[in-house]
């Protein structure tokens, strides 16, 4: 059948053929192959800007849809997808998005997910199959013997790709959302497998309702009695925000399958949640019983393929299929059940994590660099997992064992059970709890003006806190969340959770309830006016640092939250990306002097006077710089049997000992007990070394400028000094806003 589109030749199709014959031999595709793929076809690498990494991905995708052409697997029936399961796995994992991916929402369906899609739409001989979005054609790629195919994709690249993978199929490139006029000139469909983008629209832009207006495109465009396969974003449920829209969508149709998969995007580089609808076009109901599991694979012992409906003409009604007729099916009229998520029934009870304490320290593993392979060094799990990536730290950090650990956390079983929580989580757990039973040498009073501690007889204790310094990727998120739920199930119910952004709250969220929780539990403080209490009688309260520190005339969101809190709260405050406190000191900045900053003053203060409280410090940077520890007033790295008398007296000593001083710092903290810090492994990590050969005039054009740049600050340090905005002798700032202004008019000239 002729395309409707003057398509030009693939040019990248070398590539794809490459990639699709290692497919067939069955060996693991990684990531040197896909680039030494692109690097053969393109003549050079992606470092002489030949291709991009966006790039390769397009190429597997491609070459995934000339491999299962040749049919490499059968798919009758759901037990075919396990062989669509088998090749995911041969695949590497997608890391790198581009612009125009995510401007025209291009996230291509996993190939197992496109077999499950497949399978469920019931395809005959005789069906006319729609795909809508066809990307690089995964989801039709998979599509059993019909009639006739008819693909829509926008982007002209990956039309061209379709063109050579379905020479037959009536291929377009139109927005999906408008279907219903632009192929009013073809044949119905009488099925329809469809993936659309979530969250932009041609035209509009960022648009939430994007998948619901090509949802409903379909719908209108299918034969009746004809089937839509659709993989939605996982909001799209009869909630009640959403429950309006979600009848409208679906009117005149009835739901037959709702399947909720949890991390099947992995491969694609993200862990989002997706449903999977099966619909038919006939009158029915949108009520419907939710299957949800966290593969693929779990799914193919719990659902069945739904029967076809009966196609017919547009001037008569389509009919479901029908179970048989009851005696007293008219001695009532049964009311429509509420959607909701049916959970294969599961232990779940609240455990105490089984550990072994090590008296000796585990054995170090072999050094790399200056890394060591990260093992909890006194703990031995009897049922945690390993971390999904490896961890390392440093040979500093490394060779100091942390203390024999006495706290046993109580969680839900399935938290360890189903690797929740990786051994690495789940130590920061126990090591935050043993913190948390120790206090603080000495009895204090908060100063009644300022941010410090006063030893008074008369006092309360203060409890000592934890640090977690992971760095990005190993789940701070999901520790601190670990580390509240602890708590919470040994009767703790109030607790605090301060952050950098109001935008993070669905992260939160997200952690707190993938460990169990609710999300309704975690609730942002801005849901209560500044001058009125906070009626939650117990969750996770969830406050932003630029909202710790706003005022209002006489009332304060600090004091609002010490109200909630009351003076005896025992909770935990996990202050994530703590770092954001590290202005509490001031000091001398590149423009002069600073006062301490509100949000860190704010910080401190909240810990001052909720001295029982469970601290948790969370940040990446947390011995990077010794301001990053100034906020930290629960370590005990100052006050009664330390070294420093105080906050300053600290912060001067440390700071003359530069980095060196810092990392001593954090080893003595680790062999407390009360700091960790790992990072993700760079084992696998390919990179190359771009070098630019500068050639003599550009170096001397270069060394001209660089000394001429050096005489002007020496000149403009010389008078900032003699007109006395700087001290020349002890390098001290006299007027910060003469030297501002100085600095500024240098800078933009």
Not at 48 to 76: C, I, N
Request: glycine share 8%.
């Amino acid at each position: 059948m002729s395309d409707l589109l003057d398509l030009p030749p693939v040019t990248d199709r070398p590539a794809a053929i490459t990639i699709a014959l290692a497919l067939a031999s069955g060996e693991p595709i990684t990531r040197r192959a896909l680039n030494n793929a692109m690097t053969a076809a393109f003549g050079g690498t992606d470092a002489e800007g030949r291709w991009t990494q966006r790039d390769s991905f397009e190429m597997l995708e491609h070459a995934l849809a000339l491999h299962v052409t040749k049919q490499p697997y059968p798919l009758a029936d759901i037990a075919g997808v396990t062989h669509a399961a088998a090749l995911m796995e041969r695949l590497p994992t997608q890391t790198v998005r581009s612009e125009e991916q995510i401007e025209l929402q291009q996230f291509s369906t996993p190939i197992d997910i496109g077999a499950l899609a497949a399978v469920m739409a019931a395809i005959g001989p005789d069906d006319i199959v729609l795909e809508p979005s066809a990307g690089n054609g995964l989801l039709a790629v998979q599509v059993p013997h019909h009639a006739n195919l008819q693909l829509n994709e926008i982007d002209p690249r990956r039309r061209e790709r379709l063109a050579s993978v379905f020479p037959k199929a009536i291929i377009t490139g139109h927005d999906g959302a408008s279907l219903v006029s632009l192929h009013a000139s073809l044949e119905r469909p009488t099925v329809v497998l469809m993936n659309p983008p979530f969250s932009r629209s041609v035209g509009r832009g960022a648009d939430n309702l994007a998948a619901l207006r090509h949802l409903q495109a379909a719908i209108r465009r299918v034969s009746l009695g004809g089937r839509i396969v659709a993989i939605m974003p996982d909001w799209f449920a009869p909630s009640a925000q959403l429950k309006a829209a979600y009848e409208a969508v679906l009117t005149g149709c009835t739901v037959r399958t709702s399947l909720r998969l949890e991390s099947c995007y992995r491969k694609h580089g993200t862990d989002i949640a997706v449903r999977l609808y099966v619909i038919d076009k006939v009158a029915g109901g949108t009520t419907h019983t939710v299957i949800q599991r966290r593969s693929v694979l779990d799914f193919l012992d719990v659902v069945e393929v739904p029967a076809r409906a009966e196609l017919v003409s547009e001037g008569r009604s389509a009919k479901a299929p029908t179970a048989g007729v009851s005696l007293f099916g008219a001695a009532r009229i049964a009311k429509p059940t509420v959607a909701r998520t049916y959970h294969k029934p599961v232990r779940n009870a609240v455990l105490p994590v089984g550990y072994t304490p090590l008296t000796a320290p585990a054995p170090l593993a072999e050094q790399v660099g200056v890394y060591l392979p990260y093992r909890p060094s006194r703990i031995v799990f009897e049922a945690a997992g390993e971390h999904p990536t490896a961890l390392v730290e440093s040979v500093a950090m490394g060779s100091i064992p942390a203390p024999v650990p006495a706290h046993i956390p109580h969680l839900p079983e399935r938290t360890v059970s189903e690797r929740m929580l990786s051994s690495s989580q789940l130590e920061t757990v126990i090591y935050a709890g043993h913190a948390w039973s120790q206090m603080l040498p000495g009895t204090f009073k908060p100063d009644k003006e300022g941010v410090g501690l006063t030893l008074d007889e008369n006092g309360r204790s203060y409890r000592k806190g934890f640090f977690l310094g992971d760095g990005t990727g190993a789940g701070k998120g999901r520790q601190v969340a670990a580390c509240i739920l602890d708590s919470w199930l040994q009767g703790r119910r109030r607790h605090i959770w301060v952050t950098k952004n109001e935008s993070l709250l669905e992260d939160a969220r997200r952690d707190w309830s993938a460990l169990g929780g609710m999300a309704a539990d975690v609730q942002p403080v801005s849901n209560w006016k500044i001058d009125e209490a906070i009626r939650l009688e117990e969750g996770v309260l969830f406050v932003t640092y630029p909202t710790l520190r706003s005022m209002r005339t006489e009332s304060s969101r600090l004091q609002q939250i010490l109200d909630w809190a009351g003076p005896d709260f025992d909770g935990v405050i996990a202050f994530d990306e703590a770092h954001e406190m590290g202005g509490v000191a001031g000091g001398e900045g590149a423009l002069g002097k600073k006062d301490g900053s509100q949000q860190g003053i704010c910080g401190v203060l909240l810990q001052n006077h909720l001295p029982d409280a469970r601290v948790l410090y969370a940040s990446a940077t947390g011995a990077s710089d010794v301001n990053n520890l100034a906020y930290a007033v629960r370590l005990g790295l100052w006050g009664p049997e330390t070294a420093f008398a105080g906050r300053e007296t600290f912060i001067a000593e440390i700071r003359k000992g530069g980095i060196a001083a810092m990392e001593l710092v954090a080893r003595d903290l680790k062999a407390l007990g009360l700091y960790t810090a790992r990072a993700l492994s760079f084992a696998g990590v390919e990179y190359d070394v771009l070098k630019h050969e500068l050639t003599p005039l550009q170096i001397e054009i270069y060394d001209t400028y660089a000394q001429a740049w050096s005489v002007i600050h020496q000149n403009m340090e010389a008078a900032l000094e003699f007109t006395n905005v700087v001290d020349g002798l002890e390098g001290g700032t006299l007027n910060s806003g003469a030297k501002a202004a100085a600095r500024s008019r240098l800078e933009s000239c």
